[in-house]
């Protein structure tokens, strides 16, 4: 069985989500707590600004989908530390069709906040691929990645899906170009990666040139202030540098504020009433809450972009009703494959049955034979033996293919693998 836990920002607050971001380092230690405590066979995280969901996979465990649900769900918020209910803000999906169906439709840019954003799809292939390297994946969490990528792709080259499609960060550079004007700004972008390369590229496609660029690793600071032939400040100095700019855009990996409290009231001190807008696209966020009422001071988060995001989504309507059908297509194959691998229990543990109990009464025959022909008898014992063993145990597995509905019917399974799995 699979199942999903998701934490998104249909389900929950900026405030709820940055508590369950996971870096790399973290997802590693989780799995290895879920292997110790409840054995689980796959596991893979992705965690991005707008969500976290943990894809899990525990064989043979018909029936105890909440059981397993709830055990996950305790180790996470132990883990997270979050003493708070988690439940309001938790999706939760179980069962190979479900959890596909959410994949499928994530991946090809349906449930971004964005529809069609295609960032989604290198955050689910960095998701799968860092699960494959550290050794994290089951065989049913392994074959549905690679569906979804696959799904996926077909679904942005057979409809409009994708474009024109827009970003988080080309969502906040539209709001703030709208309501300020940039191009007499001066403008601080904080952090070298993916997010901050596609908010810098939306600002010099405005004309928007007066953008300083800092970030903790100075190296790759250097290359990604050299690609776009801006100036790099040192990270040491970002206080003092906020006391100096007109806008500043956070987009970095920092598990904890950049920017206290404490050091934004200095800041607006030391700027004497100055303005100061503060774009903050980073989850966990890194800037402390609380802070929007402060004079002088505007902080706009990715939750904050709603409005573009309900017009990217009326404006792409027709073609999500056009990628679902495309799914269902997919669905469909990747539903019956995983099906048919709950009956791989029973299966193996009926061939095993009848080829037991074959051997045993082929040496009874061969013991009860002492005439000189016995090398030829065993050759013809071998044979139909063979022949006995190929044609009853090919005879079962149809009829518990059409009895379970090819695995389907989790009733027809109960009974299934109780009468022919072994007892435990």
């Avoid at 879920?34 to 029936?63: A, M, P, W």
């Avoid at 504020?257 to 774009?279: C, F, G, T, W, Y």
Wanted: glycine share 4%; proline share 2%; aromatic share 8%.
């Amino acid at each position: 069985m699979i199942g999903l836990i998701s934490i998104n920002y249909r389900t929950s607050p900026i405030e709820v989500r940055e508590k369950f971001f996971f870096q790399d380092k973290e997802k590693v230690k989780f799995y290895i707590l879920l292997q110790e405590k409840y054995s689980v066979d796959g596991l893979v995280i992705l965690s991005t600004c707008n969500r976290t969901e943990i894809y899990y996979e525990f064989e043979n465990h018909i029936g105890e989908e909440k059981r397993i649900f709830h055990l996950i769900m305790k180790c996470l918020v132990e883990f997270k530390h979050y003493s708070e209910g988690l439940s309001p803000y938790v999706s939760k999906k179980v069962g190979s069709l479900n959890v596909s169906r959410h994949l499928f439709r994530l991946i090809s840019g349906l449930e971004s906040m964005i529809i069609g954003e295609f960032q989604i799809v290198d955050q689910v292939k960095e998701a799968f691929y860092f699960a494959q390297k550290n050794k994290m994946l089951g065989p049913i969490l392994d074959r549905m990645f690679q569906k979804s990528i696959e799904t996926g792709k077909f679904v942005r080259t057979n409809t409009l899906i994708g474009k024109g499609a827009i970003s988080v960060s080309y969502a906040a550079v539209e709001i703030i170009s709208k309501k300020y004007e940039l191009k007499n700004s001066k403008i601080l972008c904080v952090g070298a990666g993916e997010t901050s390369k596609l908010s810098v590229n939306h600002l010099l496609n405005k004309d928007i040139k007066n953008i300083l660029v800092t970030n903790r690793n100075k190296k790759r600071g250097e290359k990604f202030a050299k690609h776009f032939n801006l100036k790099l400040v040192p990270f040491e100095n970002l206080k003092n540098n906020l006391e100096e700019i007109d806008v500043a855009i956070f987009c970095t990996s920092s598990d904890s504020p950049l920017i206290s409290e404490s050091d934004l009231l200095q800041i607006m001190e030391a700027r004497k009433n100055k303005n100061l807008l503060i774009v903050d696209l980073s989850v966990p966020r890194n800037i402390e809450e609380n802070m929007s009422k402060v004079d002088g001071l505007k902080i706009i988060n990715v939750d904050g972009l709603k409005d573009v995001v309900n017009k990217n989504y009326n404006k792409r309507k027709s073609e999500i009703n056009k990628a679902q059908l495309l799914i269902d297509d997919y669905l469909k194959d990747f539903d019956e494959w995983a099906s048919s691998r709950q009956l791989r229990p029973s299966i193996l543990s009926i061939k095993s049955k009848i080829k037991n109990l074959i051997e045993k009464n082929y040496k009874i025959e061969l013991n009860a034979d002492s005439s000189d022909k016995l090398e030829n008898k065993t050759d013809d014992l071998d044979v139909q033996m063979n022949n006995i063993y190929s044609k009853l145990s090919d005879h079962l597995v149809r009829k518990i293919r059409v009895a379970s509905k090819n695995g389907k019917d989790k009733n027809a399974l109960k009974i299934i693998k109780k009468i022919f799995e072994d007892d435990q």
